[in-house]
């Protein structure tokens, strides 16, 4: 069961990759070629990333803000150190998850990682 996946403009939660009809013939719920499942998985972290560092944006702003008009960066960065030590982090963590995408060369093993993923 995939967690959660954006597709286009919607987001599915607790979805299966597919279902099985009346003739035993899979019908998928998620694209079933590498290349489309990594579209949608690539789509799906940098909306988590997103989703994840607008709550914090402004503090972002409010630096460039101080920057633009000659005031006191490094005491901002200072006060705000958390925040920004937490955008980093995720940003890493989205970096690594999308190589661990772009590295799969089967569809299987890219459906594992789509399964794992934690947005």
């Not at 403009?9 to 990594?38: F, Q, R």
């Amino acid at each position: 069961m995939i967690k959660r996946l954006k597709i286009q403009n919607s987001i599915y939660e607790n979805i299966e990759p597919y279902h099985t009809d009346e003739n035993k013939e899979k019908l998928w719920n998620i694209p079933n070629t590498l290349e489309g499942l990594k579209k949608v998985a690539l789509a799906t972290i940098r909306w988590g990333a997103e989703r994840h560092l607008k709550k914090t944006d402004w503090v972002v702003t409010k630096i460039a803000e101080i920057q633009v008009i000659g005031g006191d960066v490094e005491a901002v960065k200072k006060k705000y150190a958390d925040i920004l030590t937490q955008r980093e982090t995720l940003r890493g963590a989205n970096n690594k998850l999308e190589s661990k995408v772009n590295a799969c060369k089967t569809f299987e093993k890219l459906l594992k990682v789509v399964e794992d993923l934690r947005i």
